[in-house]
C-alpha cells in the first residue's frame, strides 16, 4: 500500500505560483506512475499532469500546458506540481495519485489505485 499526503495549497491572487507536494509512503514509488487532478465543487475530477515512474515522460492538461511542472525526487519519495501564472480557474481541490506501472503514464483517474486527501487551492482575481 502507498500512503500519499499533499501539501503546498492555499489562496493566492492571479498570477501568483505555488508548489504542491505529494510525499509518499510505506512504498518507494520508483516504479510508480505518479498524477495530479483536480476537482472544482460540483465538477468532475480532471486530469492535470502525469509523469511516467523515471520521469522521462510527462503530460499536462491542455488547460495548464506551459503554466504547470509535474516533476518527482525518487529518493525523496516525493512529487511536485509547480504551479505558475495562477488563474481563477485553477481553483480546486488538488489530489495526488500512484499507480504502480512503467511505461507511459496514466491520464484517467480510474486507473490511479492510490489517492492523497487533496489540498485546496484558491486563486481570486
Known amino acids: 500500500q502507498v500512503q500519499l499526503v499533499e501539501s503546498g495549497g492555499g489562496l493566492v491572487q492571479t498570477g501568483d505560483s505555488l508548489r504542491l507536494s505529494c510525499a509518499a509512503s510505506?512504498?518507494?514509488?520508483?516504479?510508480?506512475?505518479m498524477g495530479w487532478f483536480r476537482q472544482a465543487p460540483g465538477k468532475e475530477r480532471d486530469f492535470v499532469a502525469a509523469?511516467?515512474?523515471?520521469?522521462?515522460?510527462?503530460y499536462y492538461a491542455d488547460s495548464v500546458k506551459g503554466r504547470f511542472t509535474i516533476s518527482r525526487d525518487n529518493a525523496k519519495n516525493t512529487v511536485y506540481l509547480q504551479m505558475n501564472t495562477l488563474k481563477p480557474e485553477d481553483t480546486a481541490i488538488y489530489y495526488c495519485?500512484?499507480?504502480?506501472?512503467?511505461?507511459?503514464?496514466?491520464?484517467?483517474?480510474?486507473?490511479?489505485?492510490?489517492w492523497g486527501q487533496g489540498t485546496q487551492v484558491t486563486v481570486f482575481s
Open positions: 495519485a500512484a499507480a504502480l506501472k512503467l511505461g507511459v503514464p496514466e491520464v484517467v483517474p480510474t486507473k490511479y489505485p492510490y
Open positions: 510505506g512504498r518507494a514509488i520508483s516504479t510508480y506512475a
Open positions: 509523469i511516467s515512474w523515471s520521469g522521462g515522460t510527462t
